[in-house]
């Protein structure tokens, strides 16, 4: 669309910032962009939650069009969570309707007095009195907007968890369906900042450089795509959930121990016997994996049909505390969502409160008269009140793990799983070591899609980054060079703006068919050496600001429990992550120095020496 909307909440004022057209060839959009102007507009002291830190909205080149899967966004600020660099993508529709409302993204500066929300359509931006929806949780936010603004408006919302300030606030679109921009606490800065939504709506017309090849590359594809995710498509994300418990790689009771009996009672496939009605489609998705609910009675029913939980949701809401009541979780799910706080920290925290009370470390008078102990639902469900509303014990636990094991020392740290302050996601390291390296690296901290290296091993090939073969899951050798090239491909896609599983189904020919979706939007032509450059250079951007906030190899280290813990049951099982190894190679293959700061040389090469 070629602009950018810049508002400052502290004096009211908006501008138009024209898009430069040397900056979109180097950084495309999306998130290399967002990271751009994040560099150039935060300094590394900022607070998180003060008026100079900015929130970055920011959408890439395919949103908007008739792409697979391209109807996404990104926020960019700096995490209240774990004070570097923060970024969280989201999928839903509110990206392409962003793009029809004129502009390409949003840069928030400043802090309004009172509560507000910005209500942006393709003839005018209003800041508008928010006074009636402060309070609100994200679904009521979000039909309240609907009625008073436009029935076809977007809007992305914060709840009660946001306006709270938990730390892991999460932006939430869609209402009921929730789909959000989930982690590092973007939507704790929104609610920093007084500011309760975003409303958009436009009838703009997105262009198109081949709107007729596009559409052939559509017809083309669609169908083999559609039959390579028929699996998600019935039982979505969490639909391998006892897959994942069978390879070890499912969080149980803290990521303490190995073996699940309950794992196929929480996954997709009895979710899809028992509750699900429908199957959830962000903007131009064939694939459908969000899921829509029902639970038409009992102590969980739900107020008519609501978003299931992801994968990620039932395995830390649910094996991770012990709990193998999928009705329950969907309860966890629905609340989390309601109150806005993202579902992984959440569960991280309150089975580390579990494990903590277990082994005796927590005074009674400070649980609140809640039983914290693996399995109880009940607990879980009065805790997650308490975080969102940020009473009693829910005011340590909605400071993240690295807060609540400084607040209760002794030995409690051993059980605050997190690298540089973000929780560990739903996947074990010693399952697939290509998670122990990119959880050490990843620029947000423990994150499984900056990588996204895990779901290709074992059987899928990508020979276009060097890998006609499949590589084993422990395999330690070659995992450096793997994790390092997926991560400039996942920032690459991140930047482009498309869904990270359409790449599965690129296999092999991912660049080509990349570089063929670009061309046919932009009618810019650029090659799979250049396109990956891109993703290298996107990549070590977001690591020169956070080396700038002290991040070095003394941060690039994962929870002692994965390096030095064996959990027997198995042939593999006793396998622990050889991570110092993993880094020199990594460190090398990336031209960064031997404690993990980039090389001035290779920057220069990037092409992006002005942030060094």
Same mark, same amino acid.
């Given at each position: 669309m070629g602009k950018i909307l810049k508002v400052d909440l502290g004096t009211g004022a908006t501008e138009e910032i024209k898009l430069n057209k040397k900056d979109i060839e180097t950084f495309i959009g999306g998130s290399g962009l967002g990271a751009k102007y994040f560099h150039e507009l935060v300094s590394p002291g900022v607070d998180p939650l003060g008026e100079k830190n900015v929130l970055i909205f920011m959408t890439g080149p395919l949103t908007g069009t008739k792409a697979f899967s391209s109807d996404r966004f990104e926020v960019i600020t700096k995490s209240p969570l774990t004070n570097i660099y923060a970024e969280s993508d989201c999928g839903g529709k509110w990206g392409s309707m962003l793009k029809r409302s004129g502009y390409d993204g949003i840069i928030i500066t400043g802090v309004s007095e009172k509560p507000v929300y910005l209500n942006i359509t393709d003839r005018s931006v209003e800041i508008a009195d928010a006074k009636d929806l402060w309070g609100l949780d994200t679904f009521d936010t979000h039909n309240k907007l609907?009625?008073?603004?436009?029935?076809?408006?977007?809007?992305?919302? &914060?709840?009660?968890?946001?306006?709270?300030?938990? @730390?892991?606030?999460?932006?939430?679109?869609?209402?009921?369906?929730? @789909?959000? #921009?989930? @982690?590092?606490?973007?939507?704790?800065? %929104?609610? =920093?900042?007084? +500011?309760? #939504? &975003?409303?958009?709506? $436009?009838?703009?017309?997105?262009?198109?450089?081949?709107?007729?090849? +596009? &559409? /052939?590359?559509?017809?083309?594809? =669609?169908? #083999?795509?559609?039959? /390579?995710?028929?699996? %998600?498509?019935?039982? $979505?994300? =969490? $639909?391998?959930?006892?897959?994942? /418990? /069978? +390879?070890?790689?499912?969080?149980?009771?803290?990521?303490?121990?190995?073996?699940?009996?309950?794992?196929?009672?929480? =996954?997709?496939?009895? %979710?899809?016997?028992k509750i699900l009605k429908k199957k959830y489609y962000c903007g131009g998705c064939v694939i459908g994996c969000g899921r829509i609910i029902e639970i038409k009675d009992g102590k969980y029913k739900t107020k008519g049909q609501i978003g299931g939980p992801e994968y990620e949701t039932s395995a830390m809401l649910g094996s991770n505390l012990g709990i193998g009541d999928l009705e329950a979780i969907c309860k966890f799910n629905e609340l989390c969502n309601r109150y806005g706080i993202d579902t992984i920290t959440t569960g991280s925290v309150i089975a580390m409160i579990m494990e903590c009370n277990e082994r005796g470390l927590i005074p009674k008078k400070d649980l609140d008269d809640t039983k914290l102990v693996w399995g109880s639902v009940d607990a879980v469900i009065k805790v997650i009140h308490k975080i969102g509303k940020q009473e009693g014990i829910g005011k340590l636990l909605g400071k993240g793990t690295r807060a609540i094991a400084k607040k209760l020392g002794s030995y409690a740290p051993e059980f605050a799983l997190h690298v540089k302050g973000l929780e560990i996601p739903a996947h074990d390291p010693r399952a697939k070591i290509s998670l122990a390296l990119g959880y050490a690296t990843s620029n947000r901290g423990a994150c499984h899609l900056q990588a996204f290296a895990f779901d290709f091993l074992g059987g899928n090939t990508i020979s276009e980054l060097g890998f006609p073969e499949p590589l084993d899951r422990f395999e330690v050798n070659k995992m450096p060079e793997f994790v390092m090239k997926m991560q400039n491909l996942m920032s690459l896609a991140d930047s482009l703006k498309c869904c990270k599983f359409i790449l599965f189904y690129f296999g092999d020919h991912v660049l080509t068919r990349l570089a063929q979706v670009l061309e046919l939007v932009t009618g810019r032509k650029m090659d799979s050496d250049e396109l990956l450059l891109a993703g290298e250079r996107v990549f070590n951007l977001k690591r020169l600001y956070n080396t700038k906030c002290g991040i070095s190899r003394k941060d690039d280290k994962l929870p002692e429990r994965f390096l030095v813990q064996k959990r027997g049951e198995g042939k593999y099982e006793d396998f622990l992550p050889p991570l110092g190894k993993m880094l020199d190679e990594y460190y090398r293959l990336r031209n960064w120095d031997e404690i993990g700061l980039p090389e001035r040389q290779k920057i220069k090469e990037l092409g992006i020496e002005e942030y060094y």
């Open positions: 609907k009625e008073s603004v436009d029935k076809k408006a977007e809007i992305a919302c &914060i709840g009660p968890g946001g306006e709270n300030l938990v @730390r892991y606030g999460v932006i939430s679109t869609g209402g009921v369906h929730a @789909r959000v #921009a989930g @982690r590092a606490g973007c939507g704790t800065v %929104m609610g =920093s900042k007084k +500011l309760k #939504a &975003i409303t958009v709506y $436009g009838n703009k017309k997105v262009k198109v450089f081949n709107q007729k090849g +596009l &559409i /052939e590359f559509n017809k083309l594809h =669609s169908k #083999a795509m559609v039959d /390579e995710f028929r699996g %998600m498509k019935e039982y $979505g994300t =969490s $639909g391998g959930l006892a897959g994942c /418990e /069978e +390879l070890g790689d499912l969080p149980i009771k803290n990521f303490s121990t190995r073996r699940f009996s309950k794992a196929e009672n929480i =996954s997709g496939r009895y %979710m899809a016997k």
